[in-house]
């Protein structure tokens, strides 16, 4: 199961459940990019940067001239680097206290049900939180030259 979600200080859309195969840059764009990304850029305004997770889908062609098209400034970000991302770090939250939760799930769509609702409590102060980290983080990730942090 795929997710999606954005966040920013003191804002953050629905988390959105991708179903029915794996993400291709197509339904990036069509599924996410441009219902998603563009309005959630709109609401924001002038100060929006979009940060994702490098993943494939979001690297290809067709991904790059939608956000040329549609004026997304992506920040370059190197791959795989999940201490570095907050958005990693508040799904984090959301996947615990969905692991918490008595009883547990015990069918995807008791899964993504808990997944919508965990995503919903989750309070703007703990992304704001994460958000404003993330110098500190930078400072810790420098200092260590690369290698793992206490995130």
């Known amino acids: 199961m795929l997710m999606y979600v954005g966040i920013s200080i003191a804002w953050r859309t629905d988390l959105y459940i991708i179903r029915d195969g794996p993400l291709t840059a197509r339904r990036y764009r069509d ?3 441009r219902p998603i990304v563009v309005s959630y850029a709109a609401a924001i305004g002038d100060d929006f940067l979009l940060m994702d997770d490098n993943s494939r889908p979001h690297r290809v ?3 790059e001239v939608s956000f040329f098209v549609e004026g997304i400034v992506r ?6 680097s999940p201490d570095m991302n907050p ?32 995503w919903d409590r ?16 930078c400072s810790t990730l420098l200092a260590v030259r690369g290698n793992h942090t206490p995130y």
């Open 75 to 80: 920040i370059e970000w190197p791959a795989f």
């Open 122 to 137: 989750i309070p703007p102060h703990v992304i704001n939180s994460i958000i404003d980290s993330m110098p500190q983080r």
């Open 31 to 33: 599924g996410i990019l």
């Open 87 to 118: 958005i990693e770090h508040v799904l984090e939250a959301v996947g615990r206290r969905v692991a918490g939760r008595q009883p547990p799930p015990q069918t995807l769509q008791e899964l993504e049900r808990a997944l919508l609702e965990e």
């Open 61 to 63: 062609y067709l991904a």
